[in-house]
T-cell receptor, first 115, second 115 residues
């Protein structure tokens, strides 16, 4: 198993540009989520999905869109990048949402800089 | 509301000393899970432990030990005989099983082990 994969690892954008951060997992996990990590702020939940076709907002959803057309993929879209979105983004997955004890697996992260 | 507080922003200890990282949580739920994650300088997030709210037994894994006390809503992490490789940011986290199992992270404690 490759686990949770994220692409790209690094990205530089100009203000106003759009892009999609890719996340995929091959563990047949139903639950997937996106976090951003900023200095001194820990990890904050952006969006999450409890299964294909179902998404919901987390703590800091503004400026981001997600979709979940397949179990494996959970892309995060920045519609119009802003410097405030400069951060490290982590994708995570685990088994069904009612199995809260299951380990959440994290991807390696995407470091995004918006100029 | 749920909350995880890691009051220690940064700690420095000399190698071989013991160190305890504090974690205090807030939740209205009677069923929940607590986690610790390690983020070494390489940036990935490494799962260390989970504990459910019904199990207050302390756990020891090698040089790591965890003290869960529901009476004080704390889930502290102790590293015995610290090593330079323990230098990392450590995150405490809480799962709310009644809200789609979202995981709420503390802001992290940066641990420096000095040689």
């Amino acid at each position: 198993n490759a686990g949770v994969t994220q692409t790209p690892k690094f990205q530089v954008l100009k203000t106003g540009q759009s892009m999609t951060l890719q996340c995929a997992q091959d563990m047949n996990h139903e639950y997937m989520s996106w976090y951003r990590q900023d200095p001194g702020m820990g990890l904050r939940l952006i969006h999450y999905s409890v299964g294909a076709g179902i998404t919901d907002q987390g703590e800091v959803p503004n400026g981001y869109n997600v979709s979940r057309s397949t179990t494996e993929d959970f892309p995060l879209r920045l519609l119009s990048a802003a410097p405030s979105q400069t951060s490290v983004y982590f994708c995570a997955s685990r088994f069904a949402p009612d199995r809260g004890a299951d380990t959440q697996y994290f991807g390696p992260g995407t470091r995004l800089t918006v100029l | 509301a749920q909350k995880v507080t890691q009051a220690q922003t940064e700690i420095s200890v000399v190698e071989k000393e013991d160190v305890t990282l504090d974690c205090v949580y807030e939740t209205r739920d009677t069923t929940y899970y607590l986690f610790w994650y390690k983020q070494p300088p390489s940036g990935e997030l490494v799962f260390l432990i989970r504990r459910n709210s019904f199990d207050e037994q302390n756990e020891i894994s090698g040089r790591y030990s965890w003290n869960f006390q529901k009476s004080t809503s704390s889930f502290n992490f102790t590293i015995t005989a610290s090593q330079v490789v323990d230098s990392a940011v450590y995150f405490c986290a809480l799962t709310d099983m009644n809200r789609d199992d979202k995981i709420i992270f503390g802001k992290g404690t940066r641990l420096h082990i000095l040689p």
